[in-house]
């Protein structure tokens, strides 16, 4: 099962959907790390330390510091951005596919929008 972190701004009904239909799902939201205010570059460098994929609604700024680290060759286990749009229950859906179907590495060095 995949490892997350979910991003500062990240809604706060999602995580909570996740934990409720997987209490086992590995998700730490970074302000519970200790990175409450944290810019965008130093969130992904605690994802990629932990070896966890980011969820984010961060569509503006996120992406381009992923990208960065990509093209830097910095480790990157994935970004995966969901819609601030979406609706709860479908973006719950979506991740908890994402989080128990993929392999642990699958996602490195990728960016993926939400809903699927």
């Known amino acids: 099962m995949l490892r ?5 701004n990240f809604n706060g009904d999602i995580v909570r959907g996740l934990l ?6 590995d998700i ?3 302000q519970d790390a200790g990175l409450s205010g944290a ?3 130093s969130v992904l460098q605690w994802a990629a330390d ?7 609604h961060d569509i503006s700024t996120l992406a381009k510091h992923a990208f960065d680290r990509i093209a830097a060759g910095q480790p990157m286990p ?3 951005e969901v ?8 973006a719950i859906d979506d991740l908890m596919l994402l ?3 993929s392999f642990e590495g699958e996602w490195e060095g990728q960016v993926r929008f939400l809903p699927l």
């Open 50 to 56: 932990q070896g966890r994929i980011v969820v984010t």
């Open 4 to 8: 997350l972190a979910a991003d500062e």
């Open 39 to 41: 810019d965008d570059p």
């Open 83 to 90: 819609r601030s749009v979406a609706p709860v229950g479908q």
């Open 99 to 101: 989080a128990e179907c």
């Open 28 to 30: 730490v939201r970074v």
């Open 20 to 25: 409720r239909r997987n209490p086992k799902l």
């Open 78 to 80: 994935g970004l995966f």
